[in-house]
């Protein structure tokens, strides 16, 4: 097997999504469009979207990273949007997006046309995370938009496999497909439920971390398999466990979270990266199947279906917005101020990502008798056109309508009260504990020792109100950001006399090593209190 394709696939990513963040486009839109590019360029390898590939070993991990960042309790507080979206606008998008392609393209049969609207019916969850995290949406917005993206994938493969059965040639009953609508839900969470536990108690029993990280990075595909195994949806069973690690991680020692932290954000990033550039690069082998239609008629269908699926959105998205305030006064007392503005751009963010390409990569090439799937090139272009339609169209202009709406921004001055708050409570109660630990014989330490435990509690809690308060009037900088500065070129200083040391042979490297690996962690602690 030729690696050279991989790597190379895997390094133009990563350079253009990191040149992306000095550019106004946001990186997914680069990526395609560099994808897209190259798809014609001369000598560049045929890369072809696999799904035996992509759902069992690309999207377990982006919902593992994006269901562990994101917060149980606000999905919890917002279930009802969440579940009328990636359920209920699923199956409804499905069934109209099939039913009106059906009616547009003469050969298309119904079966095959409910086939296309299961596949384009899921926003991604790559595109609606990359660009919420982006633009820095209002907070329920983005809680919305991440809880959809996770839960709605389950939602569409599982109608595309009932809609796929009927196209093929499959006996499929009204209750068969309830059936097993039901088996792929309640399967994946209730195999969810039973991982999580013992999977948590593993991290938290694991007393290396070379360990631990290793069993997160099998976590999600553990979780996919197993329910995958039994019939009922991975997609579930990765969030589920995925949301109590996240909402337990505290419980886990904390070398593992620095490691798993950094080790999950490349792998997110690499995979990202890759699968946008990727969608970029199917252009040729959509196209090359469309000998039987005219450009002319292949672009009109496209340009159609795009339509339909932007509309059908907002055809279910504000009237289940306004429909049940409207029905109950319980729902207009717990969502006050909710206006027309939040569904627009719940609406608008429907961007269609990896999951759309690859579920339509799975369509047979032939059904019970040997015939050849009906219309099966078309089903793939559209799918690719309505994939890179939503993503520039609406991920371009996604930005300026947010900035025309006027969204209110997140009080950040209200925030950091409540971070300062939370901070004086915690550090009190810590205050408390070291007193009653250095009153113990056992724990006595000298007085500059006890002293400097005291003054970074101390430090601590001051660091947060100084945020509220005047900065440097010549440097602009709080005097806890001046701190950190301090502290980080104080960390430069000494790492400089180690290396000069080792240079001289005066300590090995062993030693060095593990004097650098001491100030890296603190130099990371200061790193992080500055990103906070």
Known sequence: MDALPLVALIAVSAVVAASARRTPVPAPLLLVAVGLAASYVPGVPSYTLDPHIVLPLVLPPLLHTAAVESSYLDLRANIRPIALLSVGYVLFA?????YLAYLLVPELPLTAALVLGAVVAPPDAVAAT??????RLPHRITTILQGESLVNDATA???????????????????????????AAVGGIVVGLILMVPIHWLRTHLKEALLQ????LLIPFV????AEQVGASGVLAVVVVALFLGHRAWQVDFATRLQEEAVWKMVAFLLESAVFLLIGLQLPYVVQGLGSYSVA???WYA????????????VWVFPATFLPRKLSSRIREREPGVNWKAPVIVGWAGMRGVVSLAIAFSIPLTIHGGESFPARNLVLFLTFTTV??????????????????????????????????AQSEASRKAEERLDALLADERNALPGPLADRLRGVLERRRNAVWERLGAGNPITGESADDTYRRLAREVIDAERAVFVQLRDQRRIDDEMMRTLLRRLDLEEAAAYREGQD
Request: hydrophobic share 60%; glycine share 8%.
């Open 94 to 98: 499905t069934l109209a997006v099939g």
């Open 130 to 135: 990359a660009i919420a995290r982006r633009l």
């Open 157 to 183: 493969i599982t109608a595309y496999r009932v809609a796929l059965a009927a196209a093929i040639g499959e006996g499929v009953t009204w209750a068969g497909a309830i059936g097993e609508f039901l088996l």
């Open 213 to 216: 990280n290793t069993l997160s």
């Open 223 to 226: 979780a996919y398999a197993a």
């Open 297 to 299: 008629e292949a672009v």
């Open 303 to 314: 340009c159609a279906v795009f339509v339909m699926v932007v509309v059908i959105r907002y």
């Open 388 to 421: 890179i339609g939503t993503l520039v169209v609406q991920g371009l202009t996604l930005p300026p309508l947010i900035r025309a709406l006027k969204l209110p921004d997140r009080d950040a001055q209200a925030e950091t009260l409540a971070e300062a708050q």
